[in-house]
Structures are given as C-alpha cells and as structure tokens.
C-alpha cells in the first residue's frame, strides 16, 4: 500500500514531473524510437484500427466488411445521374482501385455539422421555424411499368413546430466556389427526391429546397434556390433509376459514359473500365485485374 500512494502522489504533483525528468533524462535513444514508430504505416493501421472499433461501437459493424449488394431497384439519392457503369461496379463490390478520398469526406462532414448547421439554427431558422440535423426518406415510385425505390438520408431540413418539412437542404463543399454560376444537375437530382421522398412521407409536401455549397479553402458560401420540377423528376432522374434498375436485372455492364469526363478521374474502377494505363477493358465486376 505504501508503494501505491507512493506512486500516486508522484504522478499527480508537478515538483514530482520535474523531478522524473531529472532522474531519468531523455536519450537519444529514446528520440530515434520516436522517430522510428512515427511512420505512414504505423498512422494507417492506427487509423483503420480506430473506424474498425468505432464503427462496432455506433452499431454499424457492417460498414467494417464488404457491403451487402443492393436489390436491383433500390437508388440512394447521392448516386442518381453518376455513370451507370461506376455505380454498377460500387454495388456489385467490384474491387476498387484507389483508397477512398476519406480526408475529403470527413472535412465536408464537419464542416456540416461544425458551420451550416450553426449558421441554420442561429441565423436562419426562427421561432416558428426549427432546423432537423436529417430526416430519412424510403419511397416507391413507378416510372415506365417498373418500380423503382428510393432510400436515404437527407442533409438539414427546416422544419415547423409539428416537425413537418418546410425546405429540404442539400449542403456541398467544394474546392473552389469562385465559379459555382448554377447548381449541378447531379444535386438537382438529389434534392428532387428529398423533396419527392419528404412528400410521400410527411404531411407537408416541400416544392422548393436550397442547395448551399461552400468552400473548403474559404468558407464562401452560395445559395441555390430549387423549386421542384416534374418533367426533370420524371424524364430525367427517374428514368434514369428505371434505366440503372434495367442494367442490374439484365446483369448487362452499363456503358462506359459518364454525363461528364470529370468523372473518370475520380473513379476508382478506372482500369476495370477501360479509362486507364493498363489494357483491361470492359471486365465484370468480379474479373481479377492485376494493377501492378
Ligand atoms: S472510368 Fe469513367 S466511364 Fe468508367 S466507370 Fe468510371 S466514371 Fe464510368
């Protein structure tokens, strides 16, 4: 007993740190084993150790293996309008080729939460108005004889005193904002089913919603207003979850084109595709490609 208090009353006593230093003075070894463990590999094990058991701690153990492969007719909101053929391979787990740009996501995550949502309650929200961190949405719809489902989470809602949707958000951030003239067709999208999904779902039906984007480098925001548009909903999107929903029944590997060419730079089934340095093309998402 008198060993413990003796080392309790040395670890909580400043005079005590001082003289720790003193008895036992850092060497140069004990640098160069600092300099040592501090490596790449040493921060990436760490870092996919601590998702790992965080992941089992927030109850989605499954986010720690491979996804399960969605039903054919089942579309997030974030994924509408993106080339068929990369969505097809995420789905179908198709190995992918580059590590996710997680430092991207985790900046955008806290910007969210840390500066938009702030800005929503304190600024924009009032007393009769109320700000939703999110609100879930799951709905069918049938487009061409099929019918396709959407599912998701949305981003902030303004909301009434009953908790009922007044004005969905979508919130982007952005490298560079400086030319940001109008709202990608891809976000229109997303938004668009916020507000079908919110409708189908709740009392009120939402017809308008904003897209904000803001810069990651500035913090300069912009505002889109959106109202909701049926013939985009219905001949653009939808046909477009009708279309993708069509490729997976068929098992048929959608076409390598992508709405925009921005698009295969950042994607991580590049070579798979066809797009890259090596002469794979066209291979099934479970086809082995060797990338070196
Ligand atoms: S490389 Fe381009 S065309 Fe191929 S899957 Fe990716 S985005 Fe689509």
């Given at each position: 007993?008198?060993?413990?208090?003796?080392?309790?009353?040395?670890?909580?006593?400043?005079?005590?740190?001082?003289?720790?230093?003193?008895?036992?003075?850092?060497?140069?070894?004990?640098?160069?084993?600092?300099?040592?463990?501090?490596?790449?590999?040493?921060?990436?094990?760490?870092?996919q150790n601590r998702e790992f058991?965080?992941?089992?701690?927030?109850?989605?153990?499954?986010?720690?293996?491979?996804?399960?492969?969605?039903?054919?007719?089942?579309?997030?909101?974030?994924?509408?309008?993106?080339?068929?053929?990369?969505?097809?391979?995420?789905?179908?787990?198709?190995?992918?080729?580059?590590?996710?740009?997680?430092?991207?996501?985790?900046?955008?995550?806290?910007?969210?939460?840390?500066?938009?949502?702030?800005?929503?309650?304190?600024?924009?929200?009032?007393?009769?108005?109320?700000?939703?961190?999110?609100?879930?949405?799951?709905?069918?719809?049938?487009?061409?004889?099929?019918?396709?489902?959407?599912?998701?989470?949305?981003?902030?809602?303004?909301?009434?005193?009953?908790?009922?949707?007044?004005?969905?958000?979508?919130?982007?951030?952005?490298?560079?904002?400086?030319?940001?003239?109008?709202?990608?067709?891809?976000?229109?999208?997303?938004?668009?089913?916020?507000?079908?999904?919110?409708?189908?779902?709740?009392?009120?039906?939402?017809?308008?919603?904003?897209?904000?984007?803001?810069?990651?480098?500035?913090f300069e925001m912009k505002v889109?207003?959106?109202?909701?548009?049926?013939?985009?909903?219905?001949?653009?999107?939808?046909?477009?979850?009708?279309?993708?929903?069509?490729?997976?029944?068929?098992?048929?590997?959608?076409?390598?084109?992508?709405?925009?060419?921005?698009?295969?730079?950042?994607?991580?089934?590049?070579?798979?595709?066809?797009?890259?340095?090596?002469?794979?093309?066209?291979?099934?998402?479970?086809?082995?490609?060797?990338?070196?």
């Amino acid at each position: 007993m008198d060993v413990y208090l003796g080392t309790l009353t040395r670890m909580v006593t400043d005079d005590s740190r001082n003289s720790k230093s003193e008895d036992t003075p850092v060497d140069g070894d004990s640098v160069s084993q600092l300099l040592k463990d501090m490596t790449t590999v040493r921060f990436k094990e760490w870092y996919q150790n601590r998702e790992f058991r965080q992941n089992i701690r927030d109850g989605k153990p499954y986010f720690n293996g491979p996804s399960s492969v969605p039903p054919s007719e089942r579309h997030s909101p974030s994924k509408l309008l993106q080339c068929h053929r990369k969505i097809y391979y995420g789905q179908e787990n198709a190995p992918e080729e580059q590590d996710d740009a997680e430092g991207i996501l985790w900046t955008g995550r806290r910007i969210e939460e840390d500066v938009v949502l702030p800005f929503l309650q304190d600024v924009i929200s009032t007393d009769q108005t109320f700000v939703r961190n999110s609100m879930w949405i799951d709905f069918d719809v049938e487009i061409q004889g099929n019918e396709v489902r959407i599912k998701g989470v949305t981003d902030p809602v303004l909301v009434d005193e009953e908790s009922e949707p007044l004005l969905p958000t979508e919130i982007k951030t952005t490298s560079s904002i400086e030319y940001k003239d109008s709202p990608d067709r891809r976000h229109r999208a997303q938004l668009h089913a916020y507000m079908a999904g919110l409708s189908v779902e709740q009392d009120r039906n939402p017809t308008e919603g904003v897209l904000i984007y803001i810069s990651r480098d500035t913090f300069e925001m912009k505002v889109f207003h959106v109202e909701f548009d049926t013939k985009f909903w219905n001949e653009t999107v939808l046909s477009w979850a009708n279309t993708h929903t069509e490729y997976r029944l068929s098992d048929n590997l959608p076409p390598a084109q992508p709405e925009a060419d921005w698009e295969c730079e950042y994607c991580s089934y590049r070579e798979r595709c066809g797009k890259g340095d090596t002469p794979y093309a066209d291979m099934s998402p479970k086809a082995f490609v060797r990338l070196c």
